[in-house]
């Protein structure tokens, strides 16, 4: 039999998401579930194995090919690019980007270049670029709401779910930036190497998502 | 102020020993299969002027490029890319030589990665260009060539796949969306990203051309695929691109390819001289496509001469990293002897050993003042025969644990 595919999760819910899909097809997990230490994990009734990284190592071990898929967010692929395949949106791990100032600031006026803060500078850089806005950009990587409020920054791009963070410290979304979900990518050449199988777990995937 | 004196730039390093003869050894495998189908080595500057990269089809993005300036001030450029060196060579210095043109070359280009990919920026290609034939029988011949190439180490296992440049152009022309709508669909289909692909589809309508675009990520695999592709939207044009390929996919099975040849309908490079059929060549191992070539049959018209003309390019450090991980490529050895000279000798001893040489025995000069110091030194390395240069030569051979006569 061929070596097992190897597809690498984002560490946390987006794992905890595709193993509920995979036991949703039938896969035994429980290798995952009991992990212990261990960081490469047989997955039961598939030749699959599982590693588990941090959401950005998950693309540098795909485009890599050391790995042959992985689960990741939206929002790190837009942060990191790169080259590999992008096949599925998987649905969960909604949340999208947002612009957020202090409530009641007027950010698009005036003709000061506002500085914004963000834990995703080339998200960042993107939109302000796509809209014609020179800004500057200064990379924080802890509670980035709090660069507002020292008045670090004019304002935040981050990642928003309910939005309850922004408004529990003065904030407000301005402007929405993307939709964010998890995404199955697959390296470009596993995919032309071992296209049928990858075709027929993409298959399962979408049905038990 | 801090310097970097002991290590080398990001994305470049020092090539030592077993990785050294690997990369060499790819290097002179692939000379002899293009040097034995009539195809001449050429060397192209490594540096060349920008311009050379920034026009036409040519269009490289500036942060892949290193650059310099020279002494006049004008902007240079470390070689990116080697087709299009070997294309203003062949419309200038080459342009009254009677066609076709047969040409390869090894020689490294640069690019400017991203800090911390673990990417290299120093890149060995070796390659081919056939220049001056539009007919099938050039793309034949260098298609054979990069599959001859792909299977020169037995103990890998390759996959050509093939594609046309000019698909993905009709159908979105057929479309009639502008030049930057046209290049989103073209990165989405190129990034396989369905996703995002449908989203913006829908938006600009349900046709049968956005129907066979959506499809088109998906139009890769076997024969198959131009099964799948005659039943989309098509034009005369489109028709005739596929009926081509599959001309060619037929072909080249005669080279016994079974599976290992297969179709990409959604190969769509952008900064790209390509003009038709495209191929890419994978080794099973290797995280990326280890071999690109295809037809460019305008690009040596940028440099002001009309001729059509195919190549390909493999990525000689990916080929080499493998073969060496897997065992195929030579490793370095001890040498079989060492030559000592008594005192007053050294020349004799010197000799002594380029004669050893010349009789394929693999000997080394001891350059130890004392012969107690050269036994030391060769018993640590393993080396089983000494040879002791005076009036006469001694030979020493180890056994259980010294040397002996």
Do not use: W
């Amino acid at each position: 039999m061929n070596r097992p595919l190897r597809i690498a999760l984002t560490k946390g819910r987006l794992e905890k998401d595709t193993v509920a899909v995979f036991e949703r097809i039938g896969y035994d997990c429980s290798s995952v579930h009991e992990k212990g230490r261990k960081l490469i994990l047989p997955i039961g009734g598939a030749n699959i194995e599982v590693v588990l990284a941090k959401a950005n190592d998950v693309i540098t071990y795909v485009e890599h090919g050391v790995c042959d898929a992985g689960v990741v967010g939206k929002d790190t692929i837009m942060e990191m690019q790169g080259k590999y395949f992008e096949l599925v949106d998987l649905g969960f791990g909604k949340c999208r980007f947002a612009l957020a100032t202090k409530k009641g600031a007027d950010f698009f006026g005036g003709y000061d270049i506002k500085t914004i803060a963000s834990k995703y500078p080339n998200v960042a850089r993107n939109y302000f670029e796509s809209i014609g806005m020179d800004v500057e950009i200064v990379k924080i990587e802890g509670s980035v709401e709090l660069a507002p409020l020292l008045e670090l920054a004019d304002g935040i791009v981050d990642i928003v779910e309910t939005g309850t963070t922004l408004k529990e410290n003065g904030l407000e979304v301005v402007r929405e930036i993307a939709p964010i979900s998890a995404r199955f990518i697959v390296n470009t050449v596993s995919l032309k190497l071992r296209q049928q199988e990858i075709e027929d777990l993409v298959k399962l995937i979408k049905a038990n998502i | 102020m801090r310097t970097y004196e002991l290590i080398t730039p990001e994305g470049t390093k020092d090539v030592l020993f077993d990785e050294c003869l690997a990369r060499r050894d790819v290097e002179n495998r692939y000379r002899k299969i293009f040097g034995g189908m009539g195809y001449s080595e050429v060397i192209t500057p490594g540096i060349e002027f920008y311009d050379v990269f920034n026009d036409g089809s040519r269009k490289y993005s500036q942060e892949a490029l290193y650059k310099l300036t020279d002494a006049k001030g004008r902007l240079i450029t470390l070689r990116p890319d080697c087709t299009i060196p070997i294309a203003r060579l062949a419309a200038t210095r080459l342009r009254d030589v009677p066609m076709p043109l047969r040409l390869f070359y090894v020689q490294t280009v640069y690019e400017n990665n991203k800090l911390l990919k673990g990417r290299s920026d120093e890149i060995v290609q070796s390659g081919i260009e056939l220049i001056g034939s539009e007919y099938k029988r050039a793309d034949f011949e260098v298609m054979s060539i990069a599959v001859k190439a792909l299977k020169e180490y037995e103990g890998t296992d390759f996959r050509l796949e093939i594609g046309d440049v000019g698909y993905f152009k009709e159908l979105v022309s057929m479309l009639g969306v502008s030049e930057g709508v046209a290049e989103d669909i073209r990165y989405l289909i190129e990034a396989k990203n369905y996703p995002a692909l449908n989203d913006l589809l829908d938006s600009i309508g349900d046709t049968p051309v956005t129907e066979a675009l959506k499809k088109l990520p998906a139009l890769f695999g076997g024969v198959e695929v131009f099964d799948k592709a005659a039943k989309l939207a098509s034009n005369d044009k489109t028709r005739e691109i596929l009926d081509n390929l599959k001309a060619f996919y037929t072909s080249l099975q005669k080279l016994d390819l079974g599976d290992r040849l297969s179709v990409d309908l959604g190969i769509v490079n952008r900064t790209d001289y390509y003009t038709g059929i495209v191929f890419k060549g994978y080794l099973s191992g290797v995280g990326e496509a280890v071999l690109q070539g295809g037809r460019y049959n305008r690009l040596l018209s940028e440099f002001g001469m009309n001729a059509p003309a195919t190549g390909f390019a493999v990525n000689v450090n990916l080929v080499a990293a493998l073969v060496r991980k897997l065992g195929l490529s030579p490793v370095q050895t001890a040498p079989e002897a060492v030559v000592y000279g008594e005192h007053g000798y050294c020349i004799e001893a010197i000799s002594y050993t380029m004669e050893l040489a010349e009789k394929g025995i693999a000997a080394e000069n001891a350059v130890f003042d004392s012969f107690e110091e050269t036994v030391a030194a060769a018993e640590k390395r393993g080396i089983k025969e000494i040879y002791v240069v005076s009036d006469n030569v001694k030979k020493l051979e180890y056994k259980d644990g010294e040397y002996r006569e």
